[in-house]
């Protein structure tokens, strides 16, 4: 599903305003009526008071209508003109009038006014400000949305949270909504997924408010959010007269002194996720614990006992995941600079192969066509430097894949896949996945799928939204504390079977 700038939403409204032939009021009517339906649909005219807070611009507006739909069907509401400018929007002052008409006389805050009373029993609606925030909230609306937050009530953030800026982080990061609930309109927006701020989105959904098919298809978005629907067409069947042959050679190069279970774990899930033959690679004191721990992988040894000093393969594999518990020791950073140059096949590259990659800049250029780096953003701080925010962060990650032409793969709670000048948002995955050696599972099956036959952004795009789901199954079965990343390795296989057949309430995609 394609995520929109906020330029890109002004510009399927205003096509859709001028071809469907409606006028812009029309839309903001068909807007709220959606959000009404929605609320509508679950208190079903429960007695609960609902306070809206609506801005002047095009957000209020939509606060506007909800208002004057509440009222209509018997509810209890409180209506609050948060009157922080007088450049009112053109629908935002009819639908004020509209609402004057059903006799509803909202209060007007401004600077000077006291702080509405909230109950924790109360409903906020929250439509202060919409998309077109340009500048820091002035004090008092900032004082006004603390207030909100700290009031304990459900608040309902109407298309996003208020305060939330569409382009960059937030000017003061306590004049912001923290929303309960995100009503949004049509399109997914960025920064629900980006860490410094979708943390003020704590569950969100789309509504279709009927923007014109023909704009959203057209409009060339920069990134896309990945759900089922993405991963399934990228599937690539087993075949019935295959052999192991056929589905690829896996190289699992890494390990050292009690850092042997990295490597365990990712040859384990590049099995699972279908690898024809696996071979790994360690330094010689993890041969035993390996051939005992996974029968079906075979193990090649350094002639070191405890580093990885220097890699000779016997054979070409088709291709290499590398790096998991390998360490930055001097002569393993020498043996992985000559891997690089030597190798052609591909690599997936993790945790201290990035460490060392940082520290030798020079390696960079070696890197093997159609390779994928997995940093966490530890990792990646090391190979770009500091950045100011997400957006500096996603702008300046995507010229270092382009510079390097990598697929690279941003890890966190929405991991972002960064491909040339496109960006794939993840949707699965949970905190119960922020344990041990789980980033070892996702390159060994990044690298599984590498070796299938999937291409290099495929292989990311697929291994990362099924890392997730084997994760989301692994924490619906036992809850996210008890989650590890051996478990995760566990439900690949219930993975693949839910991409193919979904259970029948999917809600994976919501946030
Ligand atoms: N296609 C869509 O998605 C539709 C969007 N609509 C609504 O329209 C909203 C966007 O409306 P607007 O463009 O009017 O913008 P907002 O309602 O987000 O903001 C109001 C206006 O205040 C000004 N402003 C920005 N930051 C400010 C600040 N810190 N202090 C004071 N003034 C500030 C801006 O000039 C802006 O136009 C969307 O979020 C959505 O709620 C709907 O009405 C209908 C269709
Ligand atoms: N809060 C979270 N929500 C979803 N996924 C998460 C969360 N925390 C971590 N993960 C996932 O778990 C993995 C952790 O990788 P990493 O930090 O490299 O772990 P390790 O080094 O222990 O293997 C990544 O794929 C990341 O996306
Ligand atoms: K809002």
């Not at 993890?286 to 006992?305: C, F, N, R």
Request: charged share 20%; hydrophobic share 40%; net charge negative.
């Amino acid at each position: 599903m394609k995520i929109f700038s906020a330029q890109q939403i002004y510009d399927a409204d205003k096509f859709t305003i001028e071809k469907q032939q409606i006028s812009s009021d029309v839309l903001m009517e068909q807007a709220a009526t959606k959000l009404f339906e929605w609320i509508h649909a679950r208190l079903r005219g429960t007695k609960v008071q609902i306070q809206l807070f609506c801005g002047i611009g095009n957000n209020g507006g939509d606060g506007m209508v909800l208002a004057r739909l509440l009222h209509e069907h018997g509810y209890t509401i409180k209506v609050h003109v948060v009157n922080y400018s007088d450049k009112r929007s053109k629908d935002f002052l009819l639908n004020l009038e509209r609402l004057k008409e059903v006799k509803v006389w909202p209060d007007f805050i401004n600077e000077d006014s006291d702080l509405p009373e909230i109950s924790p029993n109360d409903i906020v609606v929250d439509a202060i400000f919409g998309i077109g925030l340009n500048r820091p909230p002035d004090g008092w609306v900032g004082n006004l949305i603390q207030h909100i937050n700290a009031s304990q009530a459900f608040v309902l953030s109407v298309d996003v949270p208020s305060g939330l800026p569409m382009d960059r982080s937030p000017w003061n990061p306590v004049h912001v909504i923290e929303a309960s609930y995100v009503l949004s309109f049509q399109v997914p927006k960025l920064v629900f997924f980006l860490p410094e701020t979708g943390v003020y989105v704590n569950e969100w959904e789309l509504l279709d408010i009927g923007l014109d098919t023909e704009i959203l298809d057209r409009t060339d978005a920069t990134y896309q959010l990945v759900g089922r629907q993405e991963i399934l067409p990228l599937y690539r069947p087993r075949l019935k007269f295959s052999h192991k042959g056929t589905y690829g050679h896996s190289m699992i190069i890494g390990g050292s002194y009690g850092k042997i279970g990295a490597v365990q774990l990712a040859s384990n899930a590049c099995l699972t996720t279908g690898s024809g033959l696996v071979t790994v690679f360690v330094p010689e004191c993890g041969y035993q614990s390996l051939q005992s721990a996974i029968p079906e992988v075979m193990v090649l040894t350094d002639e070191d006992e405890r580093n990885i000093s220097k890699i000779t393969l016997p054979f070409v594999p088709d291709v290499i995941g590398i790096g998991m518990g390998i360490g930055t020791e001097e002569k393993t950073a020498k043996a992985f600079g000559n891997l690089l140059k030597e190798m052609k096949a591909p690599m997936v590259i993790d945790a201290d192969g990035l460490n060392i990659l940082a520290k030798n800049p020079k390696m960079l250029k070696d890197i093997p066509k159609n390779s994928i780096l997995t940093p966490h953003p530890k990792e990646l701080e090391r190979l770009l430097g500091k950045w100011n925010d997400d957006f500096d962060k996603l702008e300046k990650a995507k010229a270092f894949a382009l510079q390097h032409d990598v697929v690279l793969v941003i890890k966190g709670a929405h991991t972002i896949i960064l491909y040339g000048d496109k960006g794939f948002v993840n949707t699965t995955g949970n905190p119960g996945m922020a344990t041990a050696g789980s980033g070892d599972v996702l390159t060994g099956m990044i690298t599984g799928m590498v070796a299938q036959g999937y291409e290099p952004l495929h292989a990311a795009i697929f291994g990362v939204y099924l890392h997730g789901l084997a994760g989301d199954i692994c924490a619906s079965q036992q809850g996210y504390e008890a989650v590890k990343a051996s478990e995760i390795c566990k439900m690949i296989g219930r993975g693949f079977m839910e991409i193919l057949s979904p259970p029948e309430v999917e809600d994976r995609e919501k946030g």
